[in-house]
């Protein structure tokens, strides 16, 4: 035979039957909130971000200006496993770079930031600068200004 669970507070009508009495909310302002200002401080010396930490480069924005209004034409190089070395292109941080992607197309990226397999920063599109990220297998070659 099926006995169902016994519950000492069950709900009928949106209240609780049996149960304790809820105190009121106490009102706005009565519960101090602590300064938090000072909780987390900076690394040190200042620094935005870890000590030893490799990534290269902060996000500083994309830039100001339009990047430039030529096109360079891409390099017929030699056949190689790997397209790009991320650490080949660390020496592009913040500068106008022309990248050629696997799949043909080319744009203008100005890049700040580049990982063991990824590079990120800004892509020029519809005349303006966009967030961007990609895996650098993905890219064919790039050109620094």
Do not use: K
């Amino acid at each position: 035979m099926y006995y169902p669970p016994y519950y000492p507070y069950y709900i009928n009508d949106y209240r609780i039957h049996g149960a304790p009495p809820v105190p009121p909310f106490p009102p706005q302002g009565s519960f101090p909130i602590p300064d938090l200002g000072n909780l987390f401080p900076g690394f040190p010396g200042g620094q935005s971000s870890p000590p030893g930490f490799s990534g290269g480069g902060s996000d500083q924005g994309p830039p100001s200006g339009p990047p430039p209004s030529y096109t360079p034409q891409l390099q017929q190089q030699t056949v190689s496993t790997f397209a790009v070395d991320a650490g080949s292109m660390r020496r592009c941080l913040h500068r106008f770079t022309y990248v050629w992607l696997e799949n043909g197309r080319g744009f203008w990226f100005y890049p700040t930031f580049v990982g063991r397999t990824s590079v990120a920063g800004y892509r020029w599109r519809n005349f303006r600068w966009v967030f961007y990220g990609t895996d650098t297998n993905r890219i064919r070659s790039f050109q620094c200004t």
